[in-house]
């Protein structure tokens, strides 16, 4: 280096301190036929170059989101992804959707008992067995849990509900339509929120909050398959699916009714959620939770979680002990209890791989975080 540049100012030095105009452009002239010369000759390279960046840029986006938190120079580009996220996955519930006169094999109308009670859309009993039977017999599905959700969103003010898992709407619907707060929807499977829609648009169709997304939560980007269980909507699988894999033996699967998309729970925090509000949750989502809250950590981090009502499958969580523990810890930094409903909400104890061996039924724990003033 040393040499080089002791060359470089030895030829400076010979320069003349004054170099004419026509001289000047004389050399230029020369560089140009010099650049002229050598340009075809970088042809072949900069096509490489080319080929190279064109292979490496997708040449479809299935979907657009941002994973990480975007800085605040980001602002312009943040809210055409955020738009382009709504156009694409949001679910508008209008009047003119549905037709009144349709095949009555298909749904039906209960009134809830919840207070205040309401309109809802099910299936017929003898389809889903669970919620929709519970619904048209009982009034209401995991009734306990529900009035829990509403005690949490009525002692937090200007709270709202993340619903992960929305199914036919029950929770949702009953926030967003009978108490009249914000309620945040996810459910892929299109007849599960074809219900929520129909339930919107027979109450009052101008008063709900209610912000629904076909769409699911998973460990990653990508597609997950809707596997749905015989007379148990409510029940719909999903599994994530890794790069090779097919997203249904069909020749030609169907969004919605064979897969369906879907985002980590960060990237749903970074683009649609409020932020600086309390949050009342409700995941249920058929052994898939650990994949979902496994890519939001940073949503469980910086989140206001007051209530949270989760489904367990045992399996799920065994099978990723180090990912389950830090939920765990999280959960409890965040001043979250652990409770189970046994004539009550009691406190769970010890360590937590073994709340299941103690608590589970059929191998599933229905557990409720809840912060430590709520739970007084």
């Not at 996955?89 to 209960?110: M, P």
């Not at 894999?245 to 169907?254: C, G, K, M, Y």
Request: charged share 25%.
């Amino acid at each position: 280096m040393k040499l080089a540049r002791k060359s470089q100012e030895q030829r400076c030095s010979k320069w003349p301190k004054r170099t004419p105009i026509s001289h000047q452009i004389s050399r230029t002239k020369k560089k140009s036929k010099y650049f002229l010369c050598l340009f075809p000759l970088c042809l072949p390279a900069l096509s490489l170059i080319g080929f190279f960046f064109q292979m490496k840029l997708p040449k479809s986006l299935d979907l657009i989101v941002v994973e990480h938190a975007p800085s605040e120079a980001m602002g312009t580009a943040t809210t055409m992804v955020s738009s382009e996220f709504e156009e694409r996955f949001r679910v508008h519930c209008q009047e003119g959707l549905f037709d009144d006169t349709e095949d009555k094999n298909t749904f039906k109308f209960a009134k809830t008992r919840t207070k205040p009670s309401y309109i809802m859309s099910i299936y017929p009993p003898a389809q889903d067995i669970w919620v929709s039977r519970f619904i048209d017999e009982r009034g209401c599905w995991e009734c306990e849990s529900l009035k829990l959700v509403k005690a949490a969103l009525e002692k937090y003010e200007d709270s709202y509900l993340l619903d992960i898992g929305g199914n036919i709407g029950q929770f949702n619907t009953f926030v967003s339509l009978a108490l009249g707060k914000d309620a945040y929807a996810l459910e892929p499977l299109k007849k599960n929120y074809d219900h929520t829609c129909r339930t919107v648009m027979k109450n009052d169709l101008h008063k709900h909050k209610l912000h629904l997304y076909k769409v699911a939560l998973s460990k990653a980007r990508g597609k997950v398959t809707l596997h749905v269980i015989d007379r148990n909507m409510g029940g719909t699988q999903s599994k994530f699916l890794d790069g090779g894999e097919h997203t249904t033996s069909s020749s030609s699967p169907v969004e919605g009714v064979d897969y369906a998309h879907a985002i980590t729970l960060d990237s749903f925090y970074d683009q649609v959620l409020p932020k600086d509000r309390p949050v009342v949750m409700k995941v249920d989502i058929e052994g898939h939770e650990l994949d979902a809250l496994g890519g939001g950590l940073v949503f469980l981090e910086q989140a206001n979680i007051v209530f949270c009502f989760i489904e367990l499958l045992d399996k799920t969580w065994i099978e990723q002990p180090m990912l389950a523990g830090r939920i765990v810890e999280m959960m409890t930094k965040k001043g979250l209890v652990p409770m189970v409903m046994k004539n009550g909400l009691i406190p769970l104890q010890g360590p937590w791989e073994s709340w299941f061996q103690t608590n589970a039924v059929n191998n599933m724990l229905e557990m409720y975080w809840i912060k430590g003033e709520f739970s007084n």
